[in-house]
């Protein structure tokens, strides 16, 4: 079993920045892809970023490119994701997760067996 644990989320102004944090135990991920979600209120969640088992490669959805980077410290069994030039827009619940099953990225919820219980991040105009 792994356990995911996030934090780093809050209440910020637009065009601010914040760093989330996932740490894993139980097991490590080093072997395995990762990626964060996010849920904003009343909608879907969908996949904001991804990275490979080895870290080599990455995946971002449209809206957040060159503003949001994924991370992953395999020593310290932990994935990051920096924020910068948030937007209202980015107000949601974030989410970390992993695939046990392999270490290249899948883009589908489904792909991912074990996930955080979230952590808010809401933007302020």
């Known amino acids: 079993q792994v356990q995911l644990v996030e934090s780093g989320g809050g209440l910020v102004q637009a065009g601010g920045s914040l760093r989330l944090s996932c740490a894993a135990s139980g097991r490590t991920v080093s072997r395995y892809a990762a990626g964060w979600f996010r849920q904003p209120p009343g909608k879907e969640r969908e996949l904001v970023a991804a990275?490979?088992?080895?870290?080599?490669?990455?995946y971002y959805t449209n809206s957040v490119k060159g503003r949001i980077t994924i991370s992953r410290d395999n020593a310290k069994n932990t994935v990051y994701l920096q924020m910068n030039n948030l937007k209202p827009e980015d107000t949601a619940v974030y989410y970390c997760?992993?695939?046990?099953?392999?270490?290249?990225?899948?883009?589908?919820?489904?792909?991912?067996?074990?996930w955080g219980q979230g952590t808010q991040v809401t933007v302020s105009s």
């Open positions: 997760a992993v695939d046990a099953t392999r270490g290249t990225i899948r883009t589908d919820m489904p792909e991912y067996d074990y």
């Open positions: 990275i490979t088992a080895g870290g080599g490669s990455t």
